[in-house]
Protein backbone atom coordinates (compact mmCIF):
# COMPACT_ATOMS: atom_id res chain seq x y z
CA UNK A 1 0.00 0.00 0.00
CA UNK A 2 2.94 2.48 0.77
CA UNK A 3 3.98 2.09 -2.91
CA UNK A 4 0.98 2.72 -3.97
CA UNK A 5 1.01 6.02 -2.00
CA UNK A 6 4.04 7.16 -2.42
CA UNK A 7 3.65 6.61 -6.38
CA UNK A 8 0.06 8.72 -6.88
CA UNK A 9 2.10 11.19 -4.49
CA UNK A 10 4.59 11.60 -7.57
CA UNK A 11 1.73 13.54 -9.58
CA UNK A 12 1.81 17.25 -9.64
CA UNK A 13 -2.42 17.14 -8.60
CA UNK A 14 -1.54 14.61 -6.00
CA UNK A 15 1.84 15.66 -4.53
CA UNK A 16 -0.09 16.82 -1.02
CA UNK A 17 -0.31 13.09 -0.31
CA UNK A 18 3.54 13.15 0.04
CA UNK A 19 3.07 14.61 3.69
CA UNK A 20 0.97 12.10 4.83
CA UNK A 21 1.68 8.73 3.65
CA UNK A 22 2.36 7.17 6.85
CA UNK A 23 -0.47 8.16 8.05
CA UNK A 24 -2.31 6.94 5.11
CA UNK A 25 -0.80 3.47 5.09
CA UNK A 26 -1.69 3.55 8.95
CA UNK A 27 -5.50 4.52 8.70
CA UNK A 28 -6.19 2.34 6.16
CA UNK A 29 -4.43 -0.56 7.95
CA UNK A 30 -6.60 0.24 10.93
CA UNK A 31 -9.84 0.59 8.77
CA UNK A 32 -8.75 -2.96 7.83
CA UNK A 33 -7.79 -4.97 10.64
CA UNK A 34 -10.39 -3.33 13.20
CA UNK A 35 -14.06 -3.94 10.99
CA UNK A 36 -15.62 -6.30 9.22
CA UNK A 37 -15.76 -6.95 5.85
CA UNK A 38 -18.07 -4.72 3.60
CA UNK A 39 -19.17 -3.62 6.71
CA UNK A 40 -21.12 -0.02 7.00
CA UNK A 41 -18.36 1.30 9.47
CA UNK A 42 -15.33 0.22 6.91
CA UNK A 43 -16.96 2.22 4.62
CA UNK A 44 -17.42 5.14 7.03
CA UNK A 45 -13.55 4.75 7.78
CA UNK A 46 -12.72 4.82 4.43
CA UNK A 47 -14.54 7.79 3.31
CA UNK A 48 -13.39 9.64 6.51
CA UNK A 49 -9.61 9.27 4.77
CA UNK A 50 -11.15 9.96 1.40
CA UNK A 51 -12.33 13.32 2.99
CA UNK A 52 -9.21 14.49 5.28
CA UNK A 53 -7.20 13.71 1.61
CA UNK A 54 -9.18 16.37 -0.26
CA UNK A 55 -8.71 18.62 2.47
CA UNK A 56 -13.09 17.96 3.72
CA UNK A 57 -13.06 18.79 7.73
CA UNK A 58 -16.93 19.55 7.82
CA UNK A 59 -17.73 16.37 9.78
CA UNK A 60 -14.56 15.96 11.54
CA UNK A 61 -14.64 16.07 14.86
CA UNK A 62 -11.62 16.98 15.50
CA UNK A 63 -12.17 21.11 14.53
CA UNK A 64 -9.53 23.32 12.68
CA UNK A 65 -6.33 21.82 12.31
CA UNK A 66 -3.71 24.56 12.04
CA UNK A 67 -1.02 23.86 9.84
CA UNK A 68 2.85 23.98 10.55
CA UNK A 69 5.70 24.00 8.27
CA UNK A 70 9.54 23.42 9.08
CA UNK A 71 12.34 25.59 7.43
CA UNK A 72 12.26 23.66 4.23
CA UNK A 73 8.65 24.28 3.93
CA UNK A 74 7.08 21.11 4.42
CA UNK A 75 4.77 20.37 6.12
CA UNK A 76 4.67 19.37 10.42
CA UNK A 77 2.44 16.13 11.23
CA UNK A 78 1.71 16.18 14.39
CA UNK A 79 2.92 13.03 16.31
CA UNK A 80 -1.47 12.32 16.82
CA UNK A 81 -1.21 11.38 13.36
CA UNK A 82 1.32 9.00 12.93
CA UNK A 83 0.79 6.82 16.08
CA UNK A 84 2.84 4.07 15.26
CA UNK A 85 4.89 2.02 11.77
CA UNK A 86 2.69 -0.15 9.30
Do not use: F
Not at 12 to 26: D, E, F, H, Q
Not at 46 to 74: N, P, Q, R
Amino acid sequence: MKKKVTEAGKLVALRKLNNGTKAIVNHIHHSISTTPYMSNLRQQKWLSLLKHVTDDHTCCEHGIIEEKHDDDGCLLVPDWVLPNEV
